[in-house]
């Protein structure tokens, strides 16, 4: 059996050989991720850089009790306040306050922190990222809510709007509800009647994609899927009937155009000319739009919701992953777009639904993640990392990136959790868009 706690820690000796030394605290350096690219993510976000690993820092420093990890997720904060204060423009971002790759990101950490250390200043930091959030607010679609990008998904507004959310309901700040509930009037205008009572709604810029106008995601988080989950929380944090009912047509929208596996179904990765193609991690695959259809079940209780998640999670299966690569799931092991996200997704369900079916599946994820470590001496003791493609269409292009959703971080993160249900301890820090227990419900 393997040591997946052990494989944790020498990944974060790994992240640590990136390691610099910043006009105040520690950051990492993003540069091998970005070869062959003229911009990369900025050092402080979420995706890739500071804020993802300060989170993956928190999860050893709860795993290990080893206080070393705790400083250094300390010192990365100091330095990602510094930027916010000094140099606040990023560089490659979906938008400026994105939760994935801007401010939005940095805050979430920082309410980690916060939570483990109780420290004020952390506390203020938020506050200072939602004021300067509020301040730039432009008007939504069609003059309705607020907005700060043309990329209304999770990526982009709706990203934003869950971090509202989640420090409105940390630090009870209804004034922050009521901001992301008028921000969030923004997705209001923007349903699409797709006939039969069914609708979708744009999440991203056609042009991301070099797509025609007529694109369409119905997935998870760029799509219909991610705005569909941020409508359900701004009813649930609102209770503004008007959330609901926008939600209403999404579901059965994306169970439409799902396609027969063998005992499964797939959704595909975009409408209308990416019918063939099947994305299974987090970015536009079940490990991710399974994250709305749970979020429809705990919400309603309704079977239907359980049983597009076992058709969607049969679907993966039936392709033979996580062992199989297909043109979907390409030689890569993050948390975007490959087996980490599996792992992340198989583990959630096995925490919510109780089924040993789900911790099986979990267990080969972590065994194929494992099985592709290259494991070596470095500077701090050994050092694990994966060389894979980031994208899809340059399979040829091999990095290693170190952030919790392009990379190492959130292999080590999702390693941990495994960890865990090994131990009967289970424990998983689930991020904004994530709506699987943090520990077993039954």
Known sequence: MADYLTYAKETMNFINSRKKQGPEGIYWSLQDAAEGRSIYYDEICMYAGASGII??????????????????????????????????DLKRNFSKYAFSSGWSGAGFAMIQL??????????????????????????????????????PGIVGDAGTVLFFLYAAKTFGREDWTAFAAKAGENFLGQRHDAGNGTCWYPGVDPV???????????NFPMGTGGIGFVLLNLYEASGDQRFLD????????????????????????GLPDRKDLFYLGYCHGPAGTNRFFY??????????????????????IDTGAPEVRTEGYWNTYNICCGTAGLLNMYLGLWAAFGDETYLEQAKRCGKVITDGATVTDGTEGRECTWRFALDRVAPD??????????????????????ASAEKGQFHATRMLDDPFPEKNKL
């Open 55 to 88: 989170v993956f820092l928190l999860g050893l420093y709860q795993a290990t009790n080893d206080v070393s990890y705790l400083q250094e997720a300390e010192e990365a904060a100091a330095y990602i306040r510094y930027r916010f204060d000094h140099d606040r």
């Open 246 to 269: 926008a939600t209403k047509g999404i579901a059965d929208f994306m169970i439409a155009q799902a396609v027969k596996m063998k005992a499964g179904s797939l959704i595909p990765h």
């Open 208 to 218: 991301y994609f070099g797509a025609k106008e007529d694109y369409i995601d119905p």
């Open 397 to 418: 292009v091999l990095s290693t990136p170190i952030g919790l959703f392009d990379g190492a971080a959130g292999i080590g993160a999702v390693l941990l959790q495994l």
């Open 295 to 316: 979020k429809l079940y705990e919400m309603t209780g309704e079977d239907r919701y359980k049983r597009y998640i076992d058709m969607l999670t049969q679907g993966v």
């Open 114 to 151: 916060y939570k483990i250390t109780g420290n004020e200043k952390y506390k203020t930091f938020v506050a200072d990222i939602i004021e300067s959030a509020k301040a730039d607010a432009k008007p939504g679609k069609n003059g309705r809510g607020y907005s700060w990008t043309s990329f």
